[in-house]
């Protein structure tokens, strides 16, 4: 389980600094090689995500003592994508702004007021990233206390249910034995009362050959 993680870890390395280094080059291209360059850094800025989110169904499968140390860095993760995706919405609109210049010919005043309104709008953006993502962290926690919620619960039904076979099975067992204590019994009550009647018996016939032996002198 860890070893998928740890390879998703790598990916997640080789294409970070990959779109580091384009987002760098972006201001430094042509208007052609900037469109191609700012398509493919969008690209792979969802292959990211996508790495994020399969990271994040592996540390789900990680056994909750183990699970604290790769939330950590998950969530390093995270916030180093966001920093990414900040400085390339930033390209972006520098970009953006360029292109605009050039094909309409605007004065630098409009631009910088656009670009502030732009750079405004973006923060907020990104404020409300990041409340979706503390919310959606939230909900993971709380999942994963229900999970382990639901395991000790079950755990606990398994330990009742097995301890209600073994008392019946040692009901079972007491009533066995009391069947063949009273079967005991019974014989041991049975023996003594033949013991009785074949004392009786011998005493009866001693009393008698004493009777007809005085009476024949």
Not at 81 to 103: H, N, Q, T
Not at 109 to 133: H, I, P, V
Not at 152 to 181: F, V
């Amino acid at each position: 389980m860890s070893s998928d993680f740890e390879t998703y870890e790598q990916d997640f390395g080789t294409l970070t600094a990959e779109i580091t280094n384009k987002i760098g080059r972006i201001p430094k291209l042509a208007a052609e090689e900037k469109t191609q360059l700012v398509l493919n850094v969008d690209k792979q800025l969802e292959e990211v995500r996508e790495l994020l989110e399969q990271m994040d169904l592996e540390v789900r499968e990680i056994p909750i003592q183990s699970r604290g140390m790769y939330n950590s860095r998950l969530k390093s993760y995270k916030q180093e994508i966001e920093k990414l995706e900040k400085d390339f919405k930033r390209s972006r609109i520098a970009y953006s702004d360029e292109v605009r210049d050039e094909l309409l010919g605007e004065d630098g005043g409009s631009s910088e007021t656009q670009r502030a309104y732009l750079l405004d709008n973006t923060e907020k953006l990104e404020r409300s990233s990041r409340r979706l993502d503390a919310g959606y962290q939230i909900a993971v926690e709380t999942e994963q206390v229900g999970q382990e919620i639901l395991t000790n619960l079950a755990s606990d039904r398994e330990k009742i249910q097995r301890s209600r076979d073994r008392l019946r099975e040692t009901d079972a067992n007491l009533g066995k034995s009391s069947r063949i204590l009273t079967g005991m019994l019974r014989r041991i009550i049975q023996n003594r009362i033949l013991v009785f009647i074949l004392g009786a018996i011998i005493l009866l016939t001693i009393v008698l050959a004493l009777y007809f032996n005085l009476r024949g002198h």
